[in-house]
């Protein structure tokens, strides 16, 4: 039962991050265009197109992506309940659930875009277009550290710095919740 569970668990975390993806995307309003950003746009936009309809965005948080994130959080939860076979299941634990499996994807997505940009930086030297969008995401959070850290001649640890927080985080969220 744990390889059904795992697979489960790994399924909808993938889609949850191309969701949590997209909705990143659009707030920090990355390059469109890049293919990189088009994949993440075709992966999602048959449910999110007609929920748009629906639901308006409040400013650049796109509320349609975020409620569509939230569904597939709650969607998780039931289809694990339901394979081990735990039948009660309440509509606010699944709610309250769901917002903590967002945030903790959330912060996952954010630890892996930082050493995906890390890594692409000793290797592509800026040629690859992901690489663009990477930076889009990202810099908005590296920034501020990176100035006010010391010189280290060339060495940017502002990464390592935002990993460290993340970890931080994503710990005391265990500590208030249990689940990370």
């Given at each position: 039962m744990n390889s059904v569970q795992f697979l489960i668990d790994f399924v909808f975390n993938i889609y949850l991050m191309v969701v949590l993806l997209r909705l990143w995307l659009q707030f920090a309003r990355a390059d469109f265009y890049n293919p990189f950003s088009q994949f993440i746009v075709?992966?999602?936009?048959?449910?999110?197109?007609?929920?748009?309809?629906?639901?308006?965005?409040?400013?650049?948080?796109?509320?349609?992506?975020?409620i569509l994130a939230l569904l597939v959080a709650g969607l998780k939860i039931v289809v694990l309940s339901l394979v081990l076979g735990h039948n009660n299941i309440d509509?606010?634990?699944?709610?309250?659930?769901s917002?903590?499996?967002?945030?903790?994807?959330?912060?996952?997505?954010?630890?892996?875009?930082?050493?995906?940009?890390?890594?692409?930086?000793?290797?592509?030297?800026?040629?690859?277009?992901?690489?663009?969008?990477?930076?889009?995401?990202?810099?908005?959070?590296?920034?501020?550290?990176?100035?006010?850290?010391?010189?280290?001649?060339?060495?940017?640890?502002?990464?390592?710095?935002?990993?460290?927080?993340?970890?931080f985080l994503q710990k005391l969220l265990g500590d208030l919740f249990g689940y990370f």
């Open positions: 075709k992966a999602t936009q048959p449910i999110v197109a007609p929920m748009r309809r629906v639901i308006p965005s409040l400013g650049r948080l796109d509320t349609a992506t975020l509509i606010l634990s699944i709610a309250i659930l917002c903590v499996i967002v945030i903790k994807e959330a912060l996952t997505l954010v630890m892996y875009v930082l050493i995906l940009r890390a890594i692409m930086s000793w290797v592509s030297q800026g040629r690859n277009p992901m690489e663009m969008v990477l930076g889009q995401l990202t810099e908005p959070m590296l920034a501020p550290i990176r100035r006010r850290m010391p010189d280290m001649g060339g060495l940017d640890l502002s990464v390592m710095v935002v990993i460290v927080l993340l970890l």
